[in-house]
């Protein structure tokens, strides 16, 4: 059989969001590894700490003090990336010389009073209140601005400063390069195959199987056919969906328990907190709420970066950033093993 | 003046060479960094290390003995992830489900016999056979294959794992996606002006002097108008010059040149063995070689991490990630730091 021949050998793989390649390479696991190996997250973070900006009652870099809020909280970025207002450089420009105003907002959201819990370990219904403040963030941002991105990074490894469960809010006068690829990725094919993509797939995804991490009857999570991270996954609805603002009220259940189910997971392969980016993707807003947007599918990425323990990733370096990404096991392998994980996570299974 | 109040908030800047834009928000270098801080690269390295495949006369993983080479040396990888042997998967897939066979080779290229050494502390005449062991590379592999992508990971937080000077050589059966994309824009650009994109560049970068960081009479370093990592830097020839196989001997002699002055800026910079991962682009090879490539015009990309000092890198993570990619400087104040810095090298000022 060639699929299973396949399987064994390096190939390509297409992704049909990004219109691109990657280089599947199944029997690199098996090579030694005498790199970097990263520290392992912190295990002892205190539940408040008096210093960290993030605890409830504490004062930030701008002499603003917390509330003491006892579900989420959402303040301004002290150090944003993208400010309301910023100069236009004006037209008229060399075309290897091409710059455009960037105008937004940059908003940190808390997802829980405590610094020593994290997504997995809180309850359902504390899950659902950072959902509902995710719908009110892009309804409320969405508005005006044509992006509203949500996302979060988990660990050190991730650039994540603070341990203290968190995610952000970037909201731009302009769509990002990612979301512009993926919208125009998902409108040719809806345009050629009367169907949303991201839909379609579920639907196959569903049937095949083979790469299903975690399902319920409204949510499927999948390792994609396309996966570049090691155990990067998609977060489906199974229903046509445009914007998380869209989800229903027992969606956004469904989508709290799903969302446990697939980071216990992740803290159960190598019995650690699984560092990872994730983040939202729907159609875009402000100016192209008034658009038809059918093409559209809701979704979620986690881009995890370890590879073969707690403390050693993938580098996605030389070949990766000047040819193409490049995998080490294949996409079904890494479904596998999540799918075969406990669904009870590690810390509470010890006590 | 409009140009001056741009660069000190935040903009888009066009990359003409991969059509996306980057996000540049000179003002993040304020922001206090509290996240992880890396290892800083190990001094003490012996010259020649017995367990250390790479070196002279060891024996590598598959029972292979090294020579007792006194230049460079190449082999070939043991753990490749392409191999000239494939199965073919085979047509009539569903268009969400699309794979091509990948085949290929992977060589690795020792720079030097001794391990203690680094391109910008060898002699010049020992980096021109690096040089020329490239040429004769691309000569050799690219005769069949479309693709030879010559890269270098340096250090172990570009995902390096053996210290002693090297680069690899993947030659694949395909265009891979950064190439392929390259190939794209460039030929859109030749098109519609007449001249290769990066041949305009770099009179438009001589001239404008803001980005310069070395240069000579045949070759130019410049942080791009469009870079995204912090220290980014492109190397070009002001000749027009498809490939590397292409380089005149006193090319060769000029570009040894100018890498070790720019690879000593780099050390200088944090006073540390710079990490980055480096690699050229020309004109395409095998089948391509009897196409008109006027369009393109070879190019060498360093992609280094470190942002603040030897410990702290940027993250390309959430945002860049799912959105696009972000700056915290301005590759003006980039470029300026690095010109400014010495040419000669730390690690020779200090005996
Ligand atoms: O081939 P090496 O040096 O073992 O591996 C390194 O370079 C490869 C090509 O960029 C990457 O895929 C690996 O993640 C990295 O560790
Ligand atoms: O905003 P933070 O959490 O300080 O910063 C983190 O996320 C940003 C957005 O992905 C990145 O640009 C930074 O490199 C990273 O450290």
Redesign the pocket.
């Known amino acids: 059989d060639r699929g299973v021949s396949v399987k064994f050998h390096q190939h390509l793989r297409y992704n049909p969001l990004r219109d691109s390649w990657v280089l599947v390479s199944a029997h690199r696991m098996k090579r030694p590894w005498a790199g970097q190996v990263e520290k392992p997250p912190e295990e002892h973070i205190p539940r408040h700490d008096p210093c960290n900006p993030l605890c409830p009652g504490n004062t930030r870099a701008n002499g603003e003090v917390n509330p003491d809020y006892d579900s989420t909280f959402v303040f301004g ?1 002290d ?1 944003p ?1 993208l400010q309301p207002d910023a100069p236009d450089p004006g037209s008229n420009q060399h075309p290897l010389f091409q710059s455009k105003a960037a105008r937004g907002v ?1 908003k940190v959201m808390c997802f829980h009073p405590w610094s020593d819990i994290t997504l997995p370990l809180m309850k359902k219904e504390e899950v659902v209140k950072v959902i509902d403040k995710w719908t009110e963030l892009v309804e409320e941002l969405g508005a005006t601005y044509p992006w509203v991105q949500i ?1 979060e ?1 988990k660990g050190a490894m991730m ?4 341990p203290h469960p968190h995610c ?1 809010v ?1 909201a731009s006068n302009f769509l990002p390069n990612e979301p512009a690829l993926s919208d125009r990725c998902q409108r040719a094919y809806y345009q050629k195959h009367g169907e949303p993509l991201l839909l379609q797939y579920a639907k196959q995804e569903a049937e095949r199987k083979e790469r299903v991490v975690v399902e319920s009857s409204d949510w499927l999570a999948v390792v994609p056919y396309w996966a570049t991270w090691p155990y990067q996954t998609l977060l489906l609805p199974r229903r046509h969906i445009l914007r998380i603002s869209d989800l229903r009220a027992e969606e956004r259940e469904g989508l709290a328990d799903i969302m446990k189910r697939l980071l216990t997971k992740y803290d159960n392969l190598f019995e650690v907190s699984f560092p990872y ?1 994730m983040g939202w993707h729907g159609a875009p807003t402000g100016p192209y709420l008034k658009e038809d947007n059918s093409h559209w599918q809701l979704h979620a990425h986690y881009y995890p970066p370890l590879l073969r323990s707690a403390s050693v990733k993938k580098f996605m370096v030389g070949y990766e950033m000047l040819a193409q990404e490049q995998r080490d096991l294949t996409p079904e392998q890494a479904a596998e093993k999540l799918r075969n994980l406990p669904e009870e996570h590690y810390k509470t299974r010890e006590n």
């Open positions: 970025n150090f990336a940059c996302f990074n650039g994540c400063s603070n952000q970037w980016s």
